[in-house]
């Protein structure tokens, strides 16, 4: 089956096609999930939100190729996750004016697998790790990431900042073990 024809599908509210697109894409939306989130119990009940407001809005949707399919996901994905971070008051973000950048090399990020990184990712702190997500993961601008958590363009920057060191500090402890 193409994007296009499980899209138009899914417009008719075809069960199949709805199923095609949440195969295809559910494993990816629940990794992005689990980068905010942490817990898989809620991971999985943000996914299937998400997915129920994709299939809720499918007639708004402009089809134009299977990025557009993740994209428009991936946008559905981060906003229930901010949602559920805000409403269950876990999404502390502290005005800061700057961070100083711990050091680490290509070459110690090289030792470590993608799923140890992973792991490291999801130790920071909330406020470091949505911010980190956002921006390095999604490519959402400073600005962008201000409108959507409600802070400062300087603030999303010092998060940004301040999640980096200390993912680069946490990087070099868990190489030199």
Known sequence: MTGQKAIDGCKRQDRICQKYIFDRWSEGMLLLCMRYVK???????????????????????????????????????VNECLMFLRKKGSLQIVEEQSATEAGADETTTAKMSADEIFRQILALPTGYSTVFNLFVVEGYSHKEIAGMLGITEGTSKSQLSKARALLQKTVVQHVQK
Do not use: C, H, Q
């Open 39 to 77: 817990s898989l119990p809620d991971a999985e009940e943000l996914m299937l939100n998400g997915f129920f407001s994709f299939y809720k809005t499918i007639d708004r949707f402009v089809y134009s190729g299977d990025s557009s399919i993740t994209a428009w996901l991936k946008r559905i994905m």
